[in-house]
């Protein structure tokens, strides 16, 4: 299959490229485009044929549910079978708050609406991207989008066109190139099936801002502190999503000089070893991890600006696996806020394998 990558300006999509996705969608294709998160694969929701090739396009179990995207509220009800009136108080707070974002709300479904898109379950994962290009293109189609990340199943999620063109060239029709995504990790997802709501993914939208709007706590269990034989908190969220290619080095501490002179010495001693090291790392130390014998290095911005550090590290990631350098060195991330979402990130492209120096 042909390929096409079409660009387009992110922030007034030009209408005839977005109706030319919206009937490929419309058809039962695939189309690729940003969301403010990363990129997506989309498909009509309710169309399961098309669903059934996302999984298949992506190689993803089919035992993995995928997101229902919708650009206006009333696309609740053919998903959920309800208005937002009719749905909880602390879904109505949160879909006041933070629609549309990088948040996604775990609800009931509808009877109607297709098994594979929920693998079955009882539940729907819905989602209003702000992003224009996404907003247009399901506004286009009239009906929600199925949309998971557009990458082969298990690797680094795309975060610009070309990283989908790298993992899906052939196997879609159409990738809408809007630029880089600025938030850059996926949305958070949190379980409102249940009360108290559960964290299911931390993601773009910090925890503290959804415990702030419903005025209660939100229990975070973060990864790396429970058992590795514990059941994952939401289906496919296994230990070696996000992976990149080549072997990833984590080392993280409370103690941020400490973890960067652990850095330092880590990309010195492979560099010495003859390895073609990479280096996924804040500017502070930038200078240094070329001196100590990086091949390659990627700045993820500030070391205190987070939001930097999200929308650079999976286009890091696939940068350095690219350099086919034989490891990548990275620190981890302390504290709250988007933290949380980073280190989930880093714990899984490192296989669960991260050391701590504490
Ligand atoms: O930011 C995002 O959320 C991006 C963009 C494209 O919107 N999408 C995304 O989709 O990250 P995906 O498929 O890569 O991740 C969706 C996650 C999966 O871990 C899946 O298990 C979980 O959402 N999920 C979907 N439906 C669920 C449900 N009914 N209950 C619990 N988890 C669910
Ligand atoms: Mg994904």
Redesign the pocket.
Known sequence: MHTAIIPIDPLHPDLEIIERAAALLRDGALVAFP?E????LGANALDDQAVASIYATKGRPST????A?ISHLAMLRPLTGCDLADLPNAVQQLVRAYWPG?L?L?LPRAGNVPDIL?AG?P???V?F?RHPIAQALIAALGSPVA????NRSGHV?PTTARHVWDDLEGRIPLILDGGACVVGI??T?L?MTVDPPRL??P??LPVEQIEHVLGMPIAVRERHAMPATQAAP????SITHYAPRVPLLVFEGHDMAQVGRRVIAEIRERSEAGQRVGALITRDLLAEATAAGAVATVDLGASADLEAAARHLFAGLRQLEDQEVDAIVTGSFVGAGLALALRDRLWRAAGGAITTLD
């Open positions: 969301t998160t990363v990129y997506g993995n549910p995928l997101i995207h990088p996604t775990v929920t379950a539940t729907i994962a989602r991207p949309a998971p990340s557009a999620s996926e949305s997802i379980d299911l993914r993601g773009g939401a289906p496919g969220m």
